[in-house]
């Protein structure tokens, strides 16, 4: 079975501190691995998609990297409206497109 | 582009009951998936639609069902609600290109708050 871990669960971070979240998961073939932003009470946003070990993805102050075991979402030098939760889902290969997701990081930076 | 819409945003209803949401799927999109998100959980996959068949289904009781019209808009229904269906329910759609075993994002709509008391 299909399984996302994401750590930490919660991160507090200063205006400016960067900092990585990650997310580590178990698949049998991985066809792509996402990162979405969640804001409370809303629907999850897309961020990245990326298919394969070695690839990397940016927007603004987010960074998006892929290993065969584990995936990383850099935030360099973040605002208080980065505020949110991070959530990571990968999706099998073969088959149809059920999306595993994690429980999330929530991340606050303060002013 | 439109985006994903979901209908109503919050419904309140009481054990026993029976509930439909409603789903539009964003423009050339022919899939559709729905999830059920517990409160500080990440969303669980309920079921997918492909082409108007049930494609796909997590571990929910048969009394979760669906629907996917032809306009590829879609359906959740709920039977026989219990306190625990409380939570926000969303559904993704995205374009499935079985003949390329392509892989599209899932965009989210904004869901639905259910509450049951």
């Known amino acids: 079975e299909d399984q996302v871990t994401q750590s930490p669960e919660a991160l507090r971070l200063q205006e400016g501190e960067s900092s990585s979240l990650n997310c580590s998961y178990t698949v049998s073939g991985l066809r792509g691995l996402f990162w979405y932003r969640q804001d409370p009470g809303k629907g999850p946003e897309f961020l990245f998609t990326l298919y394969s070990a070695g690839e990397e993805k940016e927007k603004e102050r987010l960074k998006a990297t892929l290993t065969k075991k584990e995936s990383f979402l850099h935030i360099t030098a973040p605002k208080p409206e980065d505020s949110a939760t991070y959530l990571c889902a990968v999706q099998a290969a073969g088959g149809y497109q059920k999306v595993t997701f994690g429980t999330g990081t929530k991340l606050q930076v303060i002013p | 582009e439109t985006g994903v819409t979901q209908s109503p945003t919050h419904l309140i209803k009481t054990r026993g009951q029976q509930v439909t949401l409603r789903c539009s799927s964003q423009s050339g999109h022919n899939t559709v998936s729905w999830y059920q998100q517990a409160l500080g959980q990440g969303p669980q996959f309920i079921f997918q639609y492909y082409r108007e068949e049930e494609n796909g289904r997590g571990n929910f009781p048969p009394r979760f069902s669906g629907l996917q019209f032809p306009n590829y808009s879609s359906e959740l229904n709920v039977n026989a609600l219990e306190l625990d269906d409380s939570a926000l329910y969303l559904c993704?759609?995205?374009?499935?290109?079985?003949?390329?075993?392509?892989?599209?994002?899932?965009?989210f709509g904004p869901g639905t708050r259910l509450t049951v008391l």
């Open positions: 993704a759609s995205s374009l499935e290109l079985r003949a390329r075993e392509m892989t599209d994002t899932q965009y």
